[in-house]
């Protein structure tokens, strides 16, 4: 099985910064696209940042310029770096990885909550 593991998340005033760290473990041959998505309180889940296997990111446009999606392969870990955090950021944050073993097979952390006061 294949566990991906959300830490990094707290309560920080607006303007403020955290860094998620989402580590994968498990039976893993490949890790492929990994993503950070967050739910806020009475809203659908929605796609923060996405980063490739080789690096490539992209992001919705609400966190442009202040957020930035990470990885490090060889320790299976990715990162989202929030700067100037606003209270609108406040959500409970969850990563998702397309992973490798004897299939191909897209998987969830459990989340990380990310409170942003104002």
């Known amino acids: 099985q294949v566990q991906l593991v959300e830490s990094g998340g707290g309560l920080v005033q607006a303007g403020g910064s955290l860094r998620l760290s989402c580590a994968a473990s498990?039976?893993?041959?490949?890790?492929?696209?990994m993503a950070w998505h967050r739910q806020a309180p009475g809203k659908q889940r929605e796609l923060v940042a996405t980063?490739?296997?080789?690096?490539?990111?992209n992001y919705t446009n609400s966190v442009k310029d202040r957020f930035t999606i990470s990885r490090d392969n060889a320790k299976r870990t990715m990162y989202l770096q929030m700067d100037s955090l606003k209270p609108e950021d406040t959500a409970v944050y969850f990563c998702?990885?397309?992973?490798?073993?004897?299939?191909?097979?897209?998987?969830w952390g459990q989340g990380t909550q990310v409170t942003v006061s104002s």
């Open positions: 998702n990885a397309r992973v490798e073993n004897w299939r191909t097979s897209t998987y």
């Open positions: 498990g039976s893993i041959l490949r890790i492929y696209d």
């Open positions: 980063i490739t296997s080789g690096g490539t990111s």
